[in-house]
Structure formats: structure tokens, C-alpha cells
């Protein structure tokens, strides 16, 4: 006959086995305020995400290629990028491409209201 204790320590093993221990990362985002111009040592990004995909300044692209494509738009001066996000897009989406544009230096990411 099996005691106690070696029943609660293989559950205990089981449970410890059996599940995951990850470590959620944090998002920072920035509220876009309404009247603001760019100064002239910045340049001004437009991306529009909706169900169907992702557009930078009006033209077609993926969450893979928005990186290289911002870091062309730079040139060598400080980015703000506007996000305005369709309301049939969720919250994974967004949280993909924040994490994709998030080791671009100099850039500033300001997420409007969903249209």
C-alpha cells in the first residue's frame, strides 16, 4: 500500500511538471494628444492597423517588415510613429507590433483612438 506522503509528493511533481512559468513583458504606450506638430528634427510616421493587415503611410505591409521600414523612414533624426487602430483589431495585434518597433532607438509611439 502507497502512503500519504509519497501520493502529495507525486501530485506536487505532477502540478510542478505540468505547468509553465512565464514571465509576461510590459508595453509601455503613449497616448497621442490632439494639436501637436512634429518639431523639425522629427519625422512623422502614419500606421494604420486593421483586420485585413498593416499600412505605413498608405502603403501595404507586415508586422516582419515594419522594423526595417521605420528605421528607413528615420534617416538619422527621431521618429514618431501614429498607430490608429481599427476597432475590429485586437489586443494581440497591437501588442505585436509594439513589440515589434520596441528596440527601434529614437522612437516615439503614440497610439490614437480606434476608428
Known sequence: ????????????????????????????????????????DQALAFLRATPEGLSLNGTALGVDELPQ?????QAGKPLVLLVNLNTEVDAQAMTDI??????IPDLAVSVMGAS
Do not use: C, N, Y
Open 1 to 40: 500500500m502507497t502512503s500519504l506522503i509519497d501520493v502529495i509528493f507525486l501530485l506536487l511533481l505532477f502540478f510542478m511538471l505540468s505547468s509553465t512559468f512565464s514571465k509576461f513583458a510590459e508595453v509601455e504606450v503613449q497616448a497621442a494628444s490632439g494639436g501637436g506638430q512634429p518639431s523639425g
Open 69 to 73: 521600414r521605420l528605421r528607413d523612414l
Open 98 to 103: 509594439l513589440v515589434a518597433v520596441r528596440g
